[in-house]
């Protein structure tokens, strides 16, 4: 019997098949597409964390805000962990500053003029009104209460004491208006020419008015971010974020505090 030599076995294609492989102007062009995407996928990431960083303080201010309002609003006691991350107070006005610096917090500039050693302090000093009358000389004067916070929510890792100068920090305004309602012009009774009826009803506007004034009061905080160290002082950059709501209840000067105010809510003079 006839052999059949190996070679003569294989098929035809079989024997005339070449190894494949890409060649470098292939590997070039895949390359350059990389390049491109690479190009534009490293454009788009600063966009992408800044984003990400602006929705992130957005969500801090917003639960910050929230917490402050109903804080003050509410007269709030028992809040000592605010000492954590107040670090200063200051109610400044025409007749000089004040300030108020917490102990366990950052070293202050001068000597303390008071301690914010517990949350009443704290919470105290934030409703300090902004108009005020000076009793011997019957002026007013506008008040302006600033605090410098870090953040109460957020990262557990900003909360250590080593983290202090790295942590998430705001500028807290706190304003705390008498409630005016009705313009001064319709509660004017000196003026000519009007009715009897006239003059009742605006007499009914200014009493209506005393008492508002002496029970209600506009709570208005602005909070602004970030704080920015420059020398013995800090920068306040971005926009400010607003929080507006109504006191109901009378203002009482804090006992422990005499810069302070309490706010007594649900509670209600007769005005004279």
């Given amino acids: ?6 070679a003569a076995c294989q098929r035809p294609a079989a024997r005339g098949r070449k190894n494949a492989a890409f060649t470098m102007v292939e590997i070039a062009l895949c390359l350059g597409v990389i390049a491109f995407a690479l190009v534009a996928i490293i454009g788009v990431l600063p ?12 969500t801090i201010i917003n639960q910050e805000g929230l917490l402050w309002v109903d804080a003050i609003r509410s007269g709030a006691r028992g809040l000592d962990y605010l000492t954590n991350f107040v670090d200063t107070i200051t109610i ?18 001068t000597p303390n003029v008071g301690a914010l ?9 934030l409703t300090f009104p902004k108009v005020m009358v000076i009793p011997k000389s019957q002026r007013l004067i506008a008040n302006r209460v600033t605090a410098r916070v870090r953040a109460i929510s957020g990262s557990a890792a900003e909360k250590s004491k080593s983290a202090l100068d790295m942590a998430f920090a705001y500028q807290l305004v706190s304003e705390v208006v008498p409630l005016e309602v009705y ?3 319709l509660k004017n009774l000196n003026v000519s020419g009007i009715s009897d009826a006239e003059k009742v009803a605006r007499t009914n506007l200014v009493r209506l008015d005393l008492n ?26 971005g926009a400010p974020r607003t929080f507006r709501t109504l006191i ?10 005499p810069e302070g105010y309490l706010v007594q809510p649900s509670s209600f003079i007769q005005a004279p």
Avoid: C, H, W
Wanted: glycine content about 8%; cysteine-free; aromatic content about 4%.
């Fill in 183 to 185: 313009p001064p012009e």
């Fill in 248 to 257: 109901s209840g009378i203002l009482i000067s804090a006992p422990e505090v």
């Fill in 117 to 125: 050693t517990n949350g009443r302090t704290t919470i105290d000093l």
């Fill in 212 to 237: 508002r004034l002496s029970n209600f009061e506009e709570l208005r905080l602005t909070l602004q971010v970030p704080l920015i160290p420059k020398g013995a002082g800090y920068d306040v950059l």
């Fill in 92 to 109: 400044s006005n025409a007749l000089g500053v004040t300030n108020f610096y917490n102990p366990a917090g950052l070293k202050p500039p």
């Fill in 1 to 6: 019997m006839k052999q059949i030599p190996p």
């Fill in 47 to 58: 966009t992408g964390l800044r984003v990400q960083r602006d929705n992130r303080e957005d």
